[in-house]
């Protein structure tokens, strides 16, 4: 499963990317608003971690631009745990919201819960060939 994290800091967005790789997802990154959404625009995502401060182009307009076309999981990654923040990221469409610095596991179990809740949407595409069935949510084949 492919994720992006969109992070300016880039000691968090390496760390991010090398823990969700040792989960097994495919982790790309990008230090500016504009090359996620290129990288977004290029890519398909399962998920898309995005923090709000970003140079150039904010976390709230990323989430638009990806709101517009697509309806990929996204969970905001702010330093800022106002109410009224937390209410515009999912207003906007966001799927969750985390608040930093938060600890990795809290991350992956909320990335879990996120991915669980898309894949309930798209269970009846289930992987099917012949008589053989490719279960992704449970790791399994049969
Ligand atoms: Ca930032």
């Keep these: 499963m492919r994720v992006l ?3 300016d800091e880039i000691k968090t967005a390496e760390y991010l990317q090398q823990g969700l790789s040792e989960c097994g997802y495919t982790v790309d990154y990008a230090l500016t ?9 290029n890519h398909q995502y399962a ?3 995005l923090d709000v401060n970003l140079p150039e182009k904010d976390g709230w307009s990323i989430l638009q631009e990806i709101r517009l076309g ?3 999981r996204v969970i905001m990654l702010t330093a800022s745990g106002r109410l009224s923040n937390k ?3 999912l207003d906007l469409g966001a799927d969750d919201y985390l608040v930093k610095p938060f600890e990795f596991p809290e991350l992956v179990a909320r990335i879990r819960s996120v991915l669980r809740r898309s894949e ?3 269970e009846t595409e289930a992987l099917k060939i012949a008589d053989l069935e490719i279960d992704s949510a449970r790791h399994c084949v049969y």
């Design 70 to 72: 697509s309806d990929t």
């Design 87 to 89: 209410v515009k990221g």
């Design 120 to 122: 309930k949407i798209t």
């Design 33 to 41: 608003g504009v090359d996620g959404i290129h990288l977004f625009r």
């Design 47 to 49: 998920l898309v971690l």
């Design 5 to 7: 994290i969109i992070e």
